[in-house]
T-cell receptor
Framework: GQQLNQSPQSMFIQEGEDVSMNCTSSSIFNTWLWYKQDPGEGPVLLIA?????ELTSNGRLTAQFGITRKDSFLNISASIPSDVGIYFCAGKTSNTGKLIFGQGTTLQVKP | KAGVTQTPRYLIKTRGQQVTLSCSPISGHRSVSWYQQTPGQGLQFLFE???????NKGNFPGRFSGRQFSNSRSEMNVSTLELGDSALYLC????????????FGSGTRLTVV
């Protein structure tokens, strides 16, 4: 079945540092989504990408839809303590609502 | 604008029982999807409903079922509960039903004992 490989699995960084994480797949996706999940809550959408090559920013977050449509990355600049959480990538291949999720990247930020 | 509401937030059930979880989507959203989240398997797609019709189904046994009502509210049911069904069950709604900015609820934490 379709799988997304998300890396790194976890990161422990100093406040103010930039962070980069990515997802790769053997399948082509036509939508890439990036979510953040805090403990005990549902994932919150950060950035949505709908076109190959698309580069989109949301504040300190920037994400890109890979040209091959098989990968995406998320960058967080100048990290702050509230960036702590689990970040998930999700891909979609069809016009239905089935999202394929990566395994998540756990981010910890040291003040 | 109210978000996606899932009830109850927490549930403890005994093996063999059945359970019904509820999801109220954002007003105007016609698509509702359900996901199971566990530490071992991560986020797994259960099924999606659009205008009261199931459009897509994940790879889960028939004990997992769902439905959507005319007001777009959705329920999922799990019968003959097993210990492995313990998970966070998440519901997501979307306006166009195409994954455009799917909004998740806070989930229902189900514990099977």
């Amino acid at each position: 079945g379709q799988q997304l490989n998300q890396s790194p699995q976890s990161m422990f960084i100093q406040e103010g540092e930039d962070v980069s994480m990515n997802c790769t797949s053997s399948s082509i996706f036509n939508t890439w989504l990036w979510y953040k999940q805090d403990p005990g809550e549902g994932p919150v959408l950060l950035i949505a990408l709908y076109k190959a090559g698309e580069l989109t920013s949301n504040g300190r977050l920037t994400a890109q839809f890979g040209i091959t449509r098989k990968d995406s990355f998320l960058n967080i600049s100048a990290s702050i303590p509230s960036d702590v959480g689990i970040y998930f990538c999700a891909g979609k291949t069809s016009n239905t609502g089935k999202l394929i999720f990566g395994q998540g990247t756990t981010l910890q930020v040291k003040p | 604008k109210a978000g996606v509401t899932q009830t109850p937030r927490y549930l403890i059930k005994t093996r063999g029982q059945q359970v019904t979880l509820s999801c109220s989507p954002i007003s105007g959203h016609r698509s509702v999807s359900w996901y199971q989240q566990t530490p071992g398997q991560g986020l797994q797609f259960l099924f999606e409903y659009f205008s009261e019709t199931q459009r897509n189904k994940g790879n889960f046994p028939g004990r997992f079922s769902g439905r959507q009502f005319s007001n777009s509210r959705s329920e999922m049911n799990v019968s003959t509960l097993e210990l492995g069904d313990s998970a966070l069950y998440l519901c997501a709604s979307s306006f166009l039903g195409r994954g455009y900015g799917y909004t998740f609820g806070s989930g229902t934490r189900l514990t099977v004992v």
